[in-house]
């Protein structure tokens, strides 16, 4: 038998997989499992019949290139539309700074492919995207975390850190952030703060990757305007702008885009040109008329409620079995509900035993580049219904009073 691991480079050797997809391939197995883990859209919002109209004019034969090899800045007609859709955002770009990728995920990797070399430190919130963590170790980049507080990334530790890291000779290009109902902890990053951070980067000559998947899912349309994109206000050029038609059409289409300064695009243009070549042609067409015939403006309210209902019947049902052992800051949007339980609570052991009572989460941990976040979980709301919800908040209530009820290791406190 040959052992490979002697073949490996150092980014193969280096490796983890995704904490959510193991979770996922976990709760496959079990018959009747409920799922937290996977922040999957709910596919009862899906516009099915939509769809399927769209694709069937699109499939007549009349146009050959419908299932050809495109360009790898992407369908032309959706390029050019998207300029529009980030003007609705309050975001100025033009065609030129634009490449739609196949999905967000792979967006994340072409940045940090055109970022960072091994060994260059990169800026992440605590906690901070799973995703992100991966594609940023997987150029072998050095990750430091930067607490968050209760209004997004605190940009007195942001200094302090990069100060520090400076300090010892190291490379330090970009801080990544999620602004809009992060990813894992639901937090919207403030307006003043959105201005501090560009001012921050101006100062001390940062790129900001600035993530956005779920800016257009909030609960509360006074909550609209804080979403404005960081990007919305830069002036120098210094923000890469990542968004996704995942959470608002369909994941399965896997159309994403960036918006990055002309130069930087040409150059991820490059890059994605060795990763595939093109997005799928006929999955473009298929986002790009959704948007031409208005469907996707149509919908965005309607998912928006959708998932608002779904958080609140999370937690209603979280506040009625778990109150007094749980604690979390209500989500104004997005698709999780950050959850402390005690901290003498470990939620990477509870994981068997929650396993056992057919319910499945993330633990926290998996979202911390410095190894903490243990006694945090991640619960996502958005794809089971507001029946299997409180049947899997009840199942994981058992699961937290049993373990609670135990009797602690001598030594074991709260800090």
Same mark, same amino acid.
């Not at 001012?199 to 790129?207: D, G, I, K, Y």
């Given at each position: 038998?040959?052992?490979?691991?002697?073949?490996? !480079?150092?980014?193969?050797?280096?490796?983890?997989?995704?904490?959510?997809?193991?979770? #996922?391939?976990?709760? *496959?197995?079990?018959?009747?499992i409920?799922?937290?883990?996977p922040?999957y859209?709910?596919?009862?919002? @899906?516009?099915?019949?939509e769809f399927?109209?769209?694709?069937?004019?699109?499939? =007549?034969?009349?146009?050959?290139?419908?299932?050809?090899?495109g360009p790898?800045?992407?369908?032309p007609?959706?390029?050019?539309?998207?300029?529009d859709?980030?003007?609705?955002r309050?975001?100025?770009? !033009?065609?030129?700074?634009?490449l739609?990728?196949?999905?967000?995920?792979?967006?994340?990797?072409?940045? *940090?492919?055109?970022?960072?070399?091994?060994?260059?430190?990169?800026?992440?919130?605590?906690? =901070?995207?799973t995703?992100?963590?991966?594609?940023?170790?997987?150029?072998?980049?050095?990750?430091?975390?930067?607490?968050q507080? $209760?209004d997004?990334?605190?940009?007195?530790?942001?200094?302090t850190?990069l +100060?520090?890291? +400076?300090?010892?000779? %190291?490379?330090?290009?970009?801080v990544y952030?999620?602004?809009?109902f992060?990813?894992p902890? #639901?937090?919207?990053?403030g $307006?003043d703060?959105?201005?501090g951070?560009?001012?921050?980067? *101006?100062?001390?000559?940062?790129?900001?990757?600035?993530?956005?998947?779920?800016?257009?899912l909030?609960?509360?349309?006074?909550?609209?305007?804080?979403?404005?994109?960081? %990007?919305a /206000?830069?002036?120098?050029g210094r923000?890469?702008?990542? !968004?996704s038609?995942?959470?608002?059409?369909a994941p #399965?289409?896997r159309?994403a885009w960036?918006?990055?300064p002309a130069a930087?695009?040409?150059?991820?243009? &490059?890059? %994605?040109?060795a990763?595939d070549l093109?997005?799928?042609s006929l /999955?473009? +067409?298929?986002?790009?008329?959704?948007?031409?015939?208005?469907?996707?403006?149509?919908?965005v309210?309607?998912?928006?409620a959708?998932?608002?209902?779904k958080?609140?019947?999370?937690e209603?049902v979280?506040?009625?079995?778990?109150?007094?052992?749980? =604690?979390?800051?209500?989500p104004?949007?997005?698709?999780f509900?950050?959850?402390?339980?005690?901290?003498?609570?470990?939620?990477? =052991?509870?994981?068997?035993?929650?396993v056992?009572?057919k &319910?499945?989460?993330?633990?926290?941990t *998996?979202?911390?580049?410095d190894?903490s976040?243990?006694?945090?979980?991640?619960?996502? @709301?958005?794809a089971?219904?507001?029946?299997?919800?409180?049947?899997?908040?009840?199942?994981?209530?058992?699961? &937290?009073?049993?373990?609670?009820?135990?009797?602690?290791? &001598?030594?074991?406190h709260? !800090?």
């Open positions: 038998m040959i052992t490979y691991e002697p073949f490996l !480079s150092r980014s193969g050797e280096s490796m983890q997989g995704s904490a959510i997809r193991k979770m #996922g391939v976990v709760a *496959a197995g079990i018959p009747d409920i799922s937290f883990a922040g859209p709910d596919p009862k919002v @899906f516009a099915w019949s399927r109209e769209i694709a069937a004019s699109i499939l =007549t034969g009349e146009d050959p290139a419908a299932l050809q090899y790898t800045r992407g369908y007609p959706l390029v050019k539309s998207l300029p859709m980030l003007a609705l309050g975001v100025t770009a !033009s065609v030129e700074d634009i739609v990728t196949t999905g967000s995920q792979q967006g994340l990797d072409l940045v *940090a492919r055109i970022l960072c070399d091994p060994g260059d430190v990169v800026l992440v919130e605590l906690p =901070t995207y995703g992100a963590i991966a594609a940023f170790r997987d150029v072998q980049a050095e990750l430091v975390g930067v607490r507080e $209760a997004g990334i605190d940009l007195a530790d942001l200094e850190v +100060r520090r890291e +400076r300090a010892v000779g %190291k490379r330090v290009n970009c952030v999620v602004p809009n992060q990813n902890a #639901g937090t919207l990053i $307006a703060k959105r201005l951070l560009l001012e921050l980067a *101006a100062r001390h000559n940062l790129l900001i990757i600035e993530d956005d998947p779920y800016g257009d909030y609960f509360d349309e006074r909550d609209a305007h804080l979403t404005r994109p960081i %990007k /206000d830069d002036r120098e923000v890469i702008y990542l !968004s038609f995942s959470k608002t059409l #399965g289409f159309v960036l918006a990055a930087l695009a040409s150059k991820l243009d &490059v890059a %994605k040109q990763a093109c997005t799928g /999955d473009q +067409r298929v986002v790009y008329e959704s948007w031409k015939r208005g469907l996707l403006t149509e919908r309210p309607q998912l928006r959708h998932y608002r209902d958080k609140n019947a999370m209603r979280t506040r009625s079995e778990l109150g007094d052992l749980a =604690t979390w800051r209500e104004r949007g997005g698709f509900l950050w959850v402390a339980l005690p901290v003498h609570l470990n939620a990477e =052991t509870l994981l068997a035993r929650a056992r009572e &319910v499945v989460y993330v633990a926290g *998996a979202f911390f580049v190894g976040g243990q006694n945090l979980i991640r619960l996502s @709301f958005s089971p219904t507001p029946e299997r919800i409180e049947e899997g908040i009840r199942r994981l209530a058992r699961v &937290v009073r049993a373990e609670a009820a135990e009797p602690q290791p &001598v030594g074991v709260g !800090s």
